[in-house]
Structure formats: structure tokens, C-alpha cells
């Protein structure tokens, strides 16, 4: 089974920089794809970007593009969220995920790591 954990996650100000991590472990997760979710309290669970992990195609929802960036190290078995220019806005749980789908749906995601929080001050 594939195992995802997040870390990277803290408290930063507003038009700064930060790397999220998604370490991914166990059986076959390179022929999954790896999507990157964030959740605020009483919202709805939103996409951000996601990467085909085996031919390295990156995808995003369209909102992020610019700003947001997903790369990957094959070596660490890690995808990396890279967030541009940090907004109050973008304070939420961010989540990694695993289907055996290109999706952007979270119930299409089958595993999930645990999350790391992410604040950012104005």
C-alpha cells in the first residue's frame, strides 16, 4: 500500500516562499498520480495541483497557475508543492493524495496523508 507524509508546513508572512514535501513510500506508488489538496474548517476540500508521477506530466487547477508549482525528486520518491508569493488566503491544511486516476476530485483519491498546516500572516 502507498504511504504519504507531509511536512514543510508552519507560519510565514505574506509574500513569502515555501516548500511543501510529500514523501511517498510502499508498492506501485509510481504508477499513481499525486495530488495536492488544501482544506480550511467548514470548506469544502480543494484541489491545487497534481503530477502523473511514471511520465511526469504536472496538471493544475487553473487559479494556481503562476503561483503554485509541483515538481518532483525521483531519488527521495518526494513531490513538492512550491508556493509563490504566500497570501493570507492560502492559510489552510494541505493535504497530498494518491489515485489511480487524473483527477482533480478528492473522492477519487484513494490514500492520503496525515496534512501539515500552513499559516500565513498578513
Known amino acids: 500500500q502507498v504511504q504519504l507524509v507531509e511536512s514543510g508546513g508552519g507560519v510565514h508572512q505574506a509574500g513569502g516562499f515555501l516548500r511543501l514535501s510529500c514523501a511517498a513510500s510502499g508498492r506501485g506508488f509510481s504508477s499513481y498520480v499525486m495530488g495536492w489538496f488544501r482544506q480550511t474548517p467548514g470548506q469544502e476540500r480543494e484541489f491545487v495541483g497534481g503530477?502523473?508521477?511514471?511520465?511526469?506530466?504536472?496538471f493544475y487547477q487553473d487559479s494556481r497557475k503562476g503561483r503554485f508549482a509541483i515538481t518532483r525528486d525521483d531519488a527521495k520518491n518526494t513531490a513538492y508543492l512550491q508556493m509563490n508569493n504566500l497570501k493570507p488566503e492560502d492559510t489552510a491544511v494541505y493535504l497530498c493524495a494518491a489515485s489511480d486516476k487524473v483527477t482533480m476530485l478528492a473522492n477519487e483519491y484513494i490514500y492520503w496523508g496525515q496534512g501539515t498546516q500552513v499559516t500565513v500572516s498578513s
Open positions: 503530477i502523473i508521477w511514471g511520465g511526469g506530466s504536472i
